[in-house]
């Protein structure tokens, strides 16, 4: 579904990311773990194509995204994103930041596409909020919207970059929660988090990326208990005693 | 004879209030300066009305990608903006009828010249105000966009030109108050808006009375428009 092939990421002389090698099954869930500036986040990035790689390619559905002759527009429709800052439209309301992108790219009836965003808010613990704007909810509802706005594109795969970073600790759970309920329901999801309960309890593979390279890759269950690489044992112990 | 007409009377027998703010002359050429100020809104209106989308276009085309329409919108932008709007009337009223007569043969010419000069003047202000107000909006709006399939415009169109328009909405109407002032150098191509009102009369009536009518009659126009910014800048300053 998702192929990266020894993608590198340079932004000035810096290499980001060294050459990246990761291929994503459809219904698997990823979880990315590793320190800042590892590189897990650009990554991400890279197969939205909000940032170009410097080299290499990235396959999504067999469809080459780094090739400038594939419709960046109409694959990135297929990729679904949500963004650690929430990034909704802040003059749409709640339902608005759901239906105008189903309404304005994909040319959808306005109607239905209401109606679908509605349960597509009800689905996300939303009913009730469709008329709010983004300012009149907290940080948990934001991102909640920002997820119900990424599905109504009825996308394939859906990236998450450290989605509960920004959120005060009490509204972390009903975030956690809605994802774990779309991976439940079998969605392919690429989660960069520093959540390891959730990473053990939903993942089906874990990464851990340091400088830029996939330095391990095992079951999370398997990574997050028995680490062989050095790098990732520092990083857990680090994270774990926290 | 009314309290009012003999403190008029009074007035006009002091000889530099007679000269330059005669209530005599005032009453008298009022409704003519009215008639003049009509023209002046309507070109101040019309001029603006067209150059909010130019700036608009020439703002957007500033932030793209593609060096061509960079250079496009920098060139318009600078010759519009470091030339004087007098000059740009004389060329666009004057020297382009001459290189192209086929203009002359437009009826009303130097209505819709003036106001065409007006616009384009007043669009290279503008693009500079849609310029700022496009890139004070967070990045991750764009990206956010973007992700969701947005084309490059689509997303200017439906995302982030919206979220602009609340906060160039003060500097706009500065640019309105600025341009309504402008007009008064289409008296220099003898288009009788309020300024060249005021410049028939005060030589009909061989006193310089009128222009103080005029200056009044921009300031009622003006002075409740910068109240008006004065406002729109403390409830933003409130909901930021």
Redesign the interface.
Known sequence: MIELVDVHKYFGHSEVLKGINLKVEQGEVIVVIGPSGSGKSTMLRCI?K?EDVTKGHIYIDGQDITDPKNDI??L??K???V?Q?F?????LTALQNVT??PI???KKDRRDSEQKGRDMLARVGLTGKEDFFPSKLSGGQQQRV?IA??LA?EPEVMLFDEVTSALDPELVKEVLDVMKNLALGGMTMVCVTHEMGFGREVGTRAIFMDEGVIMEENTPAELFANPRNKRTQAFLGKVLAQ | MSFLTSISNWLDSIPVIHQFASPKILASVFPFLLEGAKLTILFAVLGELFGIPLGLLAAVFKLSKLKILRALATVYVDFFRGTPLLVQLYIGLFALPIAFPVIQKIPDFTFYGGVAVLAINSGAYVAEIFRAGIESI?K??M?????????YL?AMW??II??TFRRVLPPLTNEFIALLKDTALLSALAITELAMKARYLSSWKANVSPFMGAALIYLAMTIPLTRLVAYMEKRLAISD
Do not use: C, D, T
């Open positions: 939205n909000l527009n109409a990135r429709q990729v679904g994103m963004f800052s990034n909704l439209f802040p003059h105008i992108a304005r790219v994909q920002a706005r990424a594109m | 967070h991750g709006q990206e956010a966009a973007r992700s969701l399939g947005f084309s689509k439906y995302v919206p979220q």
